[in-house]
């Protein structure tokens, strides 16, 4: 997902969770739960909220995140997945739900890894979710230099 994920794309879902956004946002996702039940995880809802390709372009002006959305969102491990929709969904059903931010990245190794923590920023309770994805340059490399360590 990274290097994809990043720009237009962190930056206009950013404006969605956002606090002048977040209440039109979850009113938004209310109906769609209401329309597609809840048999869907981290990730459908997203694709919903942000129908126009443009809306995912990186740096460069491509929008190929968009096409290949539910296959990267679909590869991050089921366990991290629940714990993003298990913690985004009860949010936006809440009666007060939070501004979230997402930071999309790397990560230093080939895994993926997701953190989430409670802050404050202007005197409100935001939600901040990091996504790391592997490292892209990790699995360029060659299969018998991976795995290897050098002590520090």
């Not at 209310?30 to 740096?59: C, N």
């Not at 969904?89 to 190794?109: L, Q």
């Not at 939600?127 to 050098?150: F, S």
């Amino acid at each position: 997902m990274s290097g994809i994920y990043g720009d237009e794309f962190e930056r206009n879902l950013n404006v969605l969770t956002g606090p002048a956004n977040i209440r039109a946002t979850a009113a938004k996702f209310v109906a769609f739960e209401k329309e597609h039940g809840t048999a869907y995880s981290f990730g459908m809802f997203i694709k919903a909220l942000m129908p126009r390709p443009a809306d995912w372009a990186d740096q460069y002006g491509s929008t190929r995140g968009f096409g290949g959305w539910e296959k990267h969102a679909g590869a991050i491990p089921k366990e991290l997945r629940e714990r993003l929709t298990s913690v985004t969904f009860a949010n936006y059903r809440a009666e007060n739900p939070r501004p979230v931010r997402f930071k999309i990245g790397s990560n230093v190794d080939a895994s993926y890894d997701v953190q989430i923590k409670h802050f404050m920023h202007d005197g409100v309770e935001h939600i901040g979710v990091l996504i790391l994805c592997p490292n892209p340059e990790l699995a360029a490399a060659a299969p018998a230099a991976q795995g290897q360590t050098v002590p520090a």
